[in-house]
């Protein structure tokens, strides 16, 4: 399996996510999703500090080519995942009922499909943006694997610890599951991720699996002491 992960995708692509992040904030503020608008803020630091200032700046395992400056591309990069991935999984969490549950998960994957999509159908500015990831270096896959069993272990304790339950287990890692395959499904169907002809339904798998999962029970623990400290 390549180490190479690669995106390439014309400019409007960035033009049609804004436009998708307009529309989940703003549905986000309605709702009155408070707490999920918070740590989507939280989520988009934490890109900057690990995609942009480690990978990109410090170790050099990202590459990004295209007509924008760096600093205003990470901006967008960082903000577009951090922000709306933090944000469904608080959502996720509350769990305020079941139909608000599809209702995002709905929004989440049509709303990220449909900007690639709208790219390639709409060509509005086709200058080519091209960015990519070297997982092999510095071990990140085997770093990234390691701490998703790591989270994975911290789960089971607290289920032994009966502190949740297994169904409250099973659900939290479908939701880190869901999280990173909404990404690799609109990546898959826009093609954007089959221009490196490096593409393979075991990678697919592996990052649904691995990407987000390695920080998914972590984040469900700092959200549940937060949330019993503002009760």
């Known amino acids: 399996m390549s180490h ?4 390439t995708f014309g400019a409007d692509f960035i033009y049609f996510d804004l436009v ?5 904030i703003t549905i986000l503020v309605r709702k009155r999703h408070f707490s999920a608008i918070r740590w989507g803020i939280a989520g988009w630091i934490i890109y900057i500090l690990i995609d942009y200032l480690l990978w990109y700046r ?6 990004y080519s295209g007509s924008l400056y760096p600093e205003l591309f990470f901006a967008w ?4 995942p951090g922000f709306v991935q933090f944000s469904y ?19 989440f994957y049509c709303g990220w499909t449909m900007v690639g999509l709208l790219s390639q159908w709409l060509p509005l500015d086709d200058t080519l943006i091209r960015v990519s990831r070297d997982m092999g270096q510095g071990n990140q896959r085997w770093i990234m694997g390691g701490l ?7 789960g089971i304790i607290m289920v032994y610890m009966e502190k949740i339950s297994w169904k409250d287990l099973l659900y939290i890692f479908l939701v880190g599951t869901l999280v990173e395959f909404a990404l690799e499904f609109s990546l898959l169907v826009s093609g954007i991720r089959l221009e490196q002809g490096q593409w393979s339904p075991g ?3 592996v990052n649904a699996l691995v990407e987000f999962n390695c920080g998914i029970f972590i984040m469900f623990l700092i959200w549940g002491f937060l949330k019993k400290k503002t009760l």
Not at 4 to 7: A, G, L, Q, S
Not at 89 to 102: A, C, G, P, T
């Open 203 to 205: 990678m697919m798998i």
């Open 148 to 154: 998703a069993v790591l989270n994975l272990l911290a």
């Open 58 to 63: 410090i170790m050099g395992s990202r590459h």
């Open 89 to 107: 999984v608080i959502v996720m969490f509350e769990k305020r009922s079941n139909r608000e549950i599809l209702f995002w998960t709905f929004l």
């Open 77 to 80: 990069f960082c903000f577009s």
């Open 20 to 24: 998708f992040l307009v529309i989940w």
């Open 4 to 7: 190479i992960v690669t995106r």
